[in-house]
Structures are given as structure tokens and as C-alpha cells.
């Protein structure tokens, strides 16, 4: 049997071993999905190699950790630094992201879109920054601190922090910060936000299972918008085919993986 898990810090929340799991049982798959808490992501290599893992999902925090730990990155990963998937081919730690083509299936009723704010800079920004910009996307950026911005504004991305952060309209706000998760705050200061979320079309969160502060200023404004969770199953289906050594198409994995979320 195959064993398969999902790296992170928090990882009781997810939902990838059920989503998993149903897959590997509705298409006869002999693999087993389970949760690795793993606090030091500077250990994911051994880590992963001593469970003798067949691949992997990697979540809050260790995604730049898990691009570090590959002996090959491929893909769209390579481009941004930042890795979602891992897959064990002939004892070389191999990585992919499948984040953002699965936002980008998340969000494909949102339409017309030609702006948008991110708000964060880390692992999930990156990959959803780098993918807006590939759709010809005018594409800003908005986090509480510094540090991490230099990476956009070398892509050549309008960048802010709380304090320089002009009024001005978006059709698409996305939260890709860690605040909600396991916390009830709004990813940057309510009096930014309100009027940011007033004057936008609709908004993203990175974030699922929960309506977070973010989700719910934006209901309250009567704004088209999701959850996470859509997200979530876009890049576990992309996850899977890879898993599974495209063996299945899209479209199967898609229906079992959907039926885990009834659950
Ligand atoms: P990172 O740790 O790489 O980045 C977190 C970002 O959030 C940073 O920009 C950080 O700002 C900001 N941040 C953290 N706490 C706060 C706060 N209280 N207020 C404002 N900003 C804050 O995380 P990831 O990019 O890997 O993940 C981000 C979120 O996206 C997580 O909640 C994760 O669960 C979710 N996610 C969901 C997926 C899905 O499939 N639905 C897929 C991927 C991620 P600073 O730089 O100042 O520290």
C-alpha cells in the first residue's frame, strides 16, 4: 500500500486525508492518506523519506521550507519558490504547486476580472501573484509588514502596507494571510477595509471551512464571494493526477474528490 500525507503547522483542520482518501477508495486506489504535524519544516525531507512516503502535501508554513528540501522542483514551482505537492520518484524529492491553477479553477464564475488586491505576501500570494501576471492580470499587493514585499515589487507589482494603502477600486479582493485561520481577526485594519471591500465586485478567501472576519464584511456588503474551499479542491485534484501517476483524468478524480466534501 502507498502511504501519502499532508505537512503543516497547524494541520488539524485539513480536509486533504478525507479528500484524499476518498479518491484512493471510489477509484480502487491501495493508498492510505494521513496528517503529519511537523514543526520544524527544516526536517520535511527526512521527515518525509523515514514515513517512506510515495508523495506529499505541504501547507502553512512549510511551503518555502519544502522548495528547499527538493532535489528537483518542476513546473510553474520552480518559478516562484514555493512548493505544494512532493512526490517520491525512485528516492528523490520531487516538487510541483498546484495552488494557483486551482485558485484560478476557484475563481473561474468571477468574470470580467482585470484587478486585483492580494492581500499577504507569503507562500499563497507568490503563487497566486505570479499566476494573475501570467493572465495579463493588474495585479497589487497589501501586507501588514515590509519585509516580504521586496519579492513583488521586483516583479514589478504595486505593493502597500497598512499606512500607504490608497483608497482605489478592485473587481477582486483575495485574502491569502493566515488571519481567520485559527484566529477572529480581518487581514489588515477594518477601517482600510471596509471601503475596499465596498467598492470591489468580489472577493476571495484562501481560507476554508470557516467564514472568516474577511468572508463576513464581505457578505455583509452583499459581495459575490467564496471560500477557500473550491481552491482547495482545485489543487488537490491537480495533486492527485500526480499522485496517481495521471492514470485517471481530471474529471474522475474531481467527482470522487467532491463527494469528501459532503462529508
Ligand atoms: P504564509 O505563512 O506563507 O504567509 C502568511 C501571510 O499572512 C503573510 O503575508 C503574513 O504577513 C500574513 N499574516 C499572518 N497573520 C496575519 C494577521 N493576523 N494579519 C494580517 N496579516 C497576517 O502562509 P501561506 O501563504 O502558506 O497560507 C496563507 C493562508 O492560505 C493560510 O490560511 C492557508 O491555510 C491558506 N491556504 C489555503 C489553500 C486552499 O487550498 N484553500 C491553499 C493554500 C493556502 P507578514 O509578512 O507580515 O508576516
Given at each position: 500500500m502507498k502511504l501519502f500525507a499532508i505537512f503543516g503547522d497547524p494541520v488539524a483542520h485539513s480536509r486533504s486525508p478525507l479528500m484524499h482518501n476518498s479518491v484512493f477508495e471510489h477509484l480502487h486506489v491501495n493508498a492510505c492518506y494521513t496528517r503529519v504535524h511537523l514543526h520544524n519544516g527544516a526536517r520535511l525531507k527526512e521527515t518525509?523519506?523515514?514515513?517512506?512516503?510515495?508523495?506529499?502535501?505541504?501547507?502553512?508554513?512549510?511551503k518555502e521550507a519544502a522548495f528547499k528540501a527538493c532535489?528537483?522542483?518542476?513546473?510553474f514551482a520552480k518559478k516562484i519558490g514555493v512548493v505544494n505537492t512532493l512526490i517520491n520518484e525512485n528516492g528523490k524529492l520531487i516538487g510541483y504547486n498546484t495552488d494557483a491553477d486551482g485558485f484560478l479553477y476557484a475563481i473561474a464564475p468571477f468574470q470580467p476580472i482585470q484587478s486585483v488586491l492580494v492581500l499577504g505576501a507569503g507562500g499563497t500570494a507568490k503563487a497566486?501573484?505570479?499566476?494573475?501576471?501570467?493572465?495579463?492580470l493588474n495585479v497589487s499587493v497589501l501586507n501588514r509588514s515590509h519585509g516580504r514585499l521586496d519579492y513583488f515589487k521586483a516583479l514589478g507589482v504595486a505593493t502597500y502596507t497598512w499606512e500607504s494603502m490608497p483608497q482605489q477600486p478592485f473587481d477582486l479582493i483575495?485574502?491569502?494571510?493566515?488571519?481567520?485561520?485559527?484566529?477572529?481577526?480581518?487581514?489588515?485594519?477594518?477601517e482600510l477595509l471596509e471601503p475596499l471591500i465596498a467598492a470591489c465586485n468580489f472577493c476571495a478567501d484562501?481560507?476554508?471551512?470557516?467564514?472568516?472576519?474577511?468572508?463576513?464584511l464581505a457578505q455583509q456588503h452583499h459581495k459575490v464571494?467564496?471560500?477557500?474551499?473550491?481552491?482547495?479542491?482545485?489543487?488537490?485534484?491537480?495533486?492527485a493526477s500526480l499522485f496517481l501517476e495521471h492514470a485517471f483524468n481530471n474529471e474522475q478524480i474531481?467527482?470522487?474528490?467532491?463527494?469528501?466534501?459532503l462529508l
Open positions: 518525509f523519506f523515514a514515513l517512506k512516503l510515495s508523495g506529499a502535501n505541504v501547507t502553512v508554513p512549510h532535489d528537483e522542483v518542476r513546473g497566486l501573484v505570479n499566476k494573475f501576471i501570467d493572465e495579463g483575495v485574502n491569502t494571510t493566515s488571519a481567520g485561520l485559527s484566529d477572529n481577526e480581518y487581514p489588515a485594519p477594518v484562501a481560507i476554508y471551512g470557516k467564514v472568516t472576519p474577511f468572508l463576513a464571494s467564496k471560500d477557500g474551499a473550491d481552491m482547495l479542491l482545485g489543487q488537490g485534484v491537480l495533486a474531481e467527482t470522487q474528490m467532491k463527494k469528501s466534501f
